[in-house]
């Protein structure tokens, strides 16, 4: 469920309701793109939580996403040549995805980390979205696709179920993408 657009979704809908339709498909659109930082997110955030501490392995995911989505916001690309390479980079990560043969940890959770999680995934999404008219459309789609969500229950789950966890819920998450490229590149089109 994680990989689903719960974050991208209601990120372009506030979008599209702040700036209009059209910055919304550009948004969308960026969105897209911006999927290829998301799945190398995943495999790095994944690669490294089987070597790493839970926080070392969120800081090499972060950057990895960073600047891959720096990269791809230089380059100017439509929809129907961004799919592919998105379809892609998704098949490759999920060939050479990391397997873990490593024991889940059970630590039993504080009962404070619940609230938690979900106040840090509020902050980064009011952040992101207070970003989106000053850093433009596709900038601000790109951004979208910091895997909010993902970097919240990885980092939590790493420390409370070990680096197995992690890694399980990651591939959880790249095996329900397709059908967020889907949606994505749907509103995309739609909205123009």
């Known amino acids: 469920m994680i990989g ?3 974050t991208t979704g209601p990120f372009i809908l506030i979008i599209g309701i702040q700036e209009g339709v059209s910055f919304a498909g550009h948004t969308a659109r960026g969105v897209l793109l911006g999927q290829v930082a998301l799945i190398v997110f995943c495999w790095a955030y994944a690669f490294a939580a089987l070597r790493t501490p839970w926080h070392l392995a969120i800081a090499i995911g972060t950057l990895a996403c960073l600047a891959t989505g ?3 916001t230089q380059v100017k690309v439509s929809p129907w040549i ?3 390479a998105l379809i892609a980079t998704w098949l490759i990560s999920m ?3 990391t397997h873990s043969d490593l024991p889940e940890e059970k630590i039993t959770p504080p009962r404070w980390e619940l609230p938690i999680r979900i106040l840090v995934t ?4 009011i952040s992101l979205s207070a ?3 000053h850093v433009g459309a596709k900038v601000a789609g790109a951004l979208s696709s910091y895997p909010v ?3 919240v229950l990885g980092a939590f789950n790493q420390r409370r179920f070990g680096p197995a966890a992690t890694v399980a819920t990651l591939r959880g998450l790249m095996q329900t993408l397709p059908f967020t490229f889907a949606i994505i590149f749907t509103l995309g089109l739609l909205l123009r």
Do not use: D, E, G, M
């Open 122 to 125: 509020l902050a980064l999404l």
């Open 95 to 97: 060939k050479w995805w």
């Open 70 to 72: 720096y990269l791809l």
């Open 4 to 6: 689903l657009p719960i």
């Open 82 to 84: 961004s799919t592919p």
């Open 149 to 151: 969500i993902a970097s």
């Open 131 to 133: 970003l989106a008219p």
